[in-house]
């Protein structure tokens, strides 16, 4: 889901000046500012707004997770009677418009990274989409077979698990505590949810899982603008 938030770790490592007709500076504190204006402007070029990796993803679990509750609560009553289609159907729309944000964002950053870095998002990726082909190709065939509520809590809690799970492999590859911190966060609240049940899960995951992504967004943005 977040392959992208590495980006936010490249203004760490890159320092790029670009050529410049004028002048050099005439003294040291000159010289300084120069290279600070040039790696703030290289940062904002290769970093991607952290709202716009962070908050797509937080905003389709606290709406999907959310309807799944109100449909099912933990008593098996429906607090709002919604169609039994609707809340997967909003889930899968919202998570195709973060990914498709996501693509957007990150393919204009790492289109001008290359080598390990770009090689190492590319696999990540690949991990992302292979892994939940087949993890979701299990659960189809496993799910039919149990009652409703509990086949949407093994959906549910299979699919946030290795969320939580690839996001700390994520945070591990480029040393980026914050997508490490989110990935133990949301390992956390799918196994409290799950041993909850059925409705308290998708209410954990909504308000727990996609709140933590909104603030992990807003406080990683506002780390961007201290920084740049």
Same mark, same amino acid.
């Given at each position: 889901?977040?392959?992208?938030?590495?980006?936010?770790?490249?203004?760490?490592? /890159?320092?790029?000046?670009?050529?410049?007709?004028?002048?050099?500076?005439?003294?040291?504190?000159?010289?300084?500012?120069?290279?600070?204006?040039?790696?703030?402007?290289?940062?904002?070029?290769?970093?991607?707004?952290?709202?716009?990796?962070?908050?797509?993803?937080?905003?389709?679990? $606290?709406?999907?997770?959310?309807?799944?509750?109100?449909?099912?609560?933990?008593?098996?009553?429906?607090? /709002?009677?919604?169609?039994?289609?609707?809340?997967?159907?909003?889930?899968?729309?919202? $998570?195709?418009?973060?990914?498709?944000?996501?693509?957007?964002?990150?393919?204009?950053?790492?289109?001008?990274?290359?080598?390990?870095?770009?090689?190492?998002?590319?696999?990540?990726?690949?991990?992302?989409?292979?892994?939940?082909?087949?993890?979701?190709?299990?659960?189809?065939?496993?799910?039919?077979?149990?009652?409703?509520?509990?086949?949407? $809590?093994?959906?549910?809690? &299979?699919?946030?698990?290795? &969320?939580?799970?690839?996001?700390?492999?994520?945070?591990?590859?480029?040393?980026?505590?914050? *997508?490490?911190? *989110?990935?133990?966060?949301?390992?956390?609240?799918?196994?409290?949810?799950?041993?909850?049940?059925?409705?308290?899960?998708?209410? /954990?995951?909504?308000?727990?899982?996609?709140?933590?992504?909104?603030? /992990?967004?807003?406080?990683?943005?506002?780390?961007?603008?201290?920084?740049?």
């Amino acid at each position: 889901m977040l392959a992208g938030s590495r980006a936010l770790t490249l203004f760490r490592k /890159v320092v790029c000046v670009e050529p410049d007709d004028d002048a050099p500076p005439t003294d040291a504190a000159a010289a300084l500012r120069l290279i600070q204006d040039q790696r703030s402007a290289t940062a904002r070029r290769l970093v991607p707004d952290a709202r716009l990796i962070y908050w797509p993803w937080g905003v389709a679990w $606290l709406v999907g997770f959310g309807l799944f509750f109100l449909r099912l609560t933990p008593g098996g009553k429906a607090l /709002v009677p919604l169609p039994s289609w609707l809340p997967l159907t909003v889930l899968f729309v919202l $998570l195709a418009a973060a990914g498709a944000i996501q693509a957007v964002v990150s393919t204009r950053a790492y289109g001008q990274v290359i080598g390990d870095s770009a090689r190492r998002g590319k696999w990540y990726g690949y991990a992302w989409a292979l892994g939940s082909v087949s993890v979701y190709a299990g659960l189809g065939r496993i799910s039919e077979h149990l009652p409703p509520d509990q086949g949407a $809590l093994l959906w549910s809690a &299979t699919a946030v698990g290795l &969320t939580g799970a690839l996001h700390m492999a994520g945070g591990a590859i480029w040393l980026d505590r914050d *997508l490490f911190r *989110l990935g133990v966060w949301i390992s956390v609240i799918n196994l409290i949810g799950a041993i909850a049940g059925p409705g308290w899960h998708a209410l /954990v995951v909504a308000v727990a899982g996609g709140g933590g992504i909104l603030v /992990v967004g807003a406080l990683a943005h506002r780390r961007q603008r201290q920084q740049s």
